[in-house]
């Protein structure tokens, strides 16, 4: 099998037409949304929802987002507290997943939650919308990539890592986010920052003026069992905060940072000349693929601020560089 694409852009009808189909015969499609390509899958079939966890090798301990249309269509699934509703209109349609008590025979399968009581939820912007409001239902949907790999920011990432395994991918061109939806669970009044993603911590506090709780390294561990040390990994090993570059290695660094050696390297990445952190996120990704796919055995990284959208693209770096198993 090789996977169709279809250009959203150039045909709308047909794209939706055949998601649409897809989905329905119990199979997943790769659809673009803002944050990052995600394999998307009706969440309340067991069947489709284990082809998501075949085709990408994910651990079926490890829960999956579950996309909505909107709010209304999520307060059928799920219990929202005061705050959980404040979050969700100021971020939805957005790159933000809130963790909420499920609903009581709500029909999201438990392969989708991984048998959890609580269900991660989100109503993604553009097309993926349109996709769920016809359909009607929830999707499931984590990124569209082997597990543990480089999450996909364009079809053709998409394509090259699981062409060969999906009926149909969706191209909307490059994510604008580029980074995944920041996670976050509300209780008893606190914020908890469970993943930093495409809304930053600055942007949350503002809209609730409460400061986000950030868990301990190994409560996010069990808080979200997908958290895993290791992922977004590129073949090269990482090395961060590099302040020099060896011979044979690629670079990737921010703002125009100068590295010493900087001449040796034939492959250099900029995330963003200008230090805009936004285009930063919206190239990680792409630029790891890039210096991976340079045969550097070694990628150094330079420092990248930790504030804003700094925070995410911290997070998938040091997920990047961790020991592997
Ligand atoms: P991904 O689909 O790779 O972006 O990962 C989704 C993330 O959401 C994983 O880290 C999951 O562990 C987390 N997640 C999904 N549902 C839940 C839930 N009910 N409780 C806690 N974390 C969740
Ligand atoms: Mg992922």
């Known amino acids: 099998m090789t996977a169709k694409i279809i250009d959203i852009t150039l045909d709308p009808d047909g794209a939706l037409t055949e998601a649409l189909q897809v989905l329905r015969d119990g199979f997943p499609v790769a659809i673009p949304t803002e944050t990052v390509y995600g394999l998307a899958a009706d969440a309340t ?18 829960p999956l987002i579950c996309h909505m249309a909107d709010r209304a269509m999520a307060e059928r699934y799920a219990h929202f507290d005061a705050l959980s509703l404040k979050l969700a209109d100021a971020f939805w349609p957005g790159p933000l997943t809130l963790i909420l008590p499920l609903r009581e025979g709500s029909g999201i399968h438990a ?5 959890l009581e609580t269900v991660g939820i989100r109503v993604p912007q553009g097309f993926a919308g349109q996709i769920i409001r016809a359909f009607d239902r929830p999707l499931a949907a984590p990124s569209a990539n082997t597990s543990g790999k480089i999450s996909p920011t364009s079809a053709r990432h998409v ?7 999906l ?11 580029g980074v995944e939806s920041t996670i976050l669970r509300v209780e008893g009044g606190t914020i908890l920052l469970l993943r ?22 190994p409560s996010a561990t069990i808080e979200a069992p997908g958290m895993l040390a290791s992922h977004y990994a590129p073949g090269a090993a990482l090395r961060l905060d590099a302040t020099e570059v060896a011979e044979g290695e690629a670079l990737i660094r921010f703002g125009g940072e100068p590295q010493a050696g900087t001449e ?12 805009d952190l936004a ?33 995410a693209i911290n997070d998938r770096l040091a997920r990047a560089a961790a020991p592997r198993d």
């Open 45 to 62: 079939n067991p069947a489709a929802i284990t082809r998501i966890y075949e085709t990408k090798g994910r651990p079926r301990f490890n």
């Open 111 to 115: 392969l989708a939650t991984a048998g």
């Open 264 to 275: 040796r390297t034939a492959a250099v990445f900029d995330l963003s000349p200008s230090g």
């Open 167 to 177: 009926r149909l991918i969706l191209d909307g061109g490059a994510s604008m986010v």
């Open 196 to 217: 930093p993603g495409g809304i930053s911590a600055d942007e949350i506090e503002a809209v609730t003026g409460i400061a986000v709780t950030r868990p301990a390294g």
């Open 279 to 311: 285009e930063a996120a919206a190239n990680l990704f792409d630029m790891l693929k890039q210096a991976d796919a340079s045969g550097a055995a070694m990628i150094a990284v330079g420092t990248v601020p930790n504030h804003g959208l700094g925070e």
């Open 159 to 165: 394509a090259d890592d699981l062409g060969e395994k």
